[in-house]
């Protein structure tokens, strides 16, 4: 599978998560201590997403880290 493809359904996954728990982008990002358009452009695959901001994201979220992995193959 492409990189690509799965930075999609990584940023996926975060979408998801951050919709179930009514979030916008800004407040994800304000939580994470992350730019809005960064979280943005995780969220549609375009960013390559370093293991720090994916720690930041996961508490953000309240979840595991792993869990954001959870579509990938």
């Known amino acids: 599978m492409p990189a690509s493809s799965n930075l999609t359904l990584f940023g996926k996954t975060v979408r998801r998560l951050r919709e179930e728990l009514g979030y916008s982008q800004e ?20 960013r390559n997403i370093a293991l720090d901001n994916i720690v930041k994201l996961a508490k953000a979220l309240s979840v595991r880290s792993r869990d954001l992995f959870q579509s990938l193959p």
């Open 27 to 46: 407040e994800l990002a304000e939580r994470a201590g992350l730019h809005r358009n960064y979280v943005g452009g995780v969220e549609r695959g375009e």
